[in-house]
């Protein structure tokens, strides 16, 4: 293996050192994130950096970039404090991805990248209907990271949606069935496949497989 | 789809609950955290939260459950603030995972899960030697998230080691050719398959495909 200290990553060109930094920690589950500014218009980015936080209150997380970099996503949430999270799959992947665009604020983003907004469960703001794994959030708290700018963006899960067929009897969500992607560095986009899922693990014995 | 309200997810068995949430916000790249103590012996988690932060500088983030649930890595961070991240790979899944269990303060885990302990780069904290990506950090911040008593542990990077021949030509590192897993809910494990790589998205123009 080769080593790379920081000193070398800093002498790298801009985008070469985005590359490698943006990779090196690994996939992301990838995901549409839907938003409405004041007049109801509705906005779609692309967030990688999804976090879950707890499971008793439900409580996801995703990282924002510095606002001149991203700012219609924060900036709707910060408004109504309402959000959707959307999973991604190959069958529109270059629909998503487009959404990552900086398009003016007060464009449509469905409209512009060709995706479909989906109103349902009497929440203002839309789903994306090409999803097969939506769910609808209310901002609990946004985290200012002071070291460079960035949020830590923390809500609280208020609707999920999904096929039941993709639902073990343990509550566990086969994802790989719907392949919802994962993405990796800045642009890179990936699906999965299964390799094992193994008991809770104790000191005193190896963990058994488990069967979905 | 069917729709599942917070009302109905709240009502639900702890273990089902747990399972849901989980796996609802998608696979995380998961990854052995390796620390020390203050008798210098080293301590592993698995982590699957975890989030770039930054590129330059290079920040990387990743979240710590309550300090009850999951002590001996923070601790560790917080006395002398070093640590290193190691992808995992199906090879040693088996011991990955068993280095979950809570053994008690002072057990050297890698010893216990059978991985091997790896100095190199003048860290004092072992990497993971198995392991085919492996990167050094060193603390930035513990940001409390004061929602659920989970924490925001946020560190820079001092060094990265992995074959050059993952590297693409603008920095992208190919992870799927070292079967980098991510891991999905509390207990399963994942590979990917490479789909597509797009260009940086403009209102303009649909992204053509870059190849690596």
């Known amino acids: 293996m080769k080593h790379y200290s920081i000193d070398e990553i800093q002498g790298w060109e801009r985008f070469y050192r985005a590359n490698f930094v943006n990779s090196l920690s690994g996939f992301k589950p990838v995901s549409l994130i839907s938003t409405i500014n004041k007049e109801g218009i509705p906005n779609l980015g692309v967030f990688c950096n999804i976090v879950h936080i707890g499971a008793d209150p439900a409580y996801i997380g995703f990282i924002n970039r510095p606002i001149d970099a991203a700012p219609h996503t924060l900036s709707n949430i910060r408004a109504n404090g309402l959000y959707t999270i959307n999973h991604i799959h190959p069958e529109f992947i270059a629909q998503a991805h487009q959404a990552s665009a900086k398009y003016p604020e007060g464009v449509n983003e469905f409209s512009e990248v060709g995706l479909t907004e989906d109103y349902k469960a009497d929440f203002v703001v839309p789903f994306v209907l090409e999803s097969q794994v939506q ?78």
């Open 135 to 212: 769910y609808a959030m209310e901002l609990t708290e946004i985290i200012p990271l002071v070291m460079n700018n960035t949020f830590l963006v923390v809500g609280k899960l208020l609707h999920a949606f999904l096929e039941p067929s993709m639902l073990s009897k343990d509550g566990f969500i086969k994802l790989d069935e719907a392949s919802s992607m994962v993405s990796l560095g800045m642009d890179a986009y990936y699906t999965t496949k299964p390799n094992v899922r193994l008991q809770y693990a104790k000191p005193d014995r190896p963990a058994a497989q488990i069967d979905c």
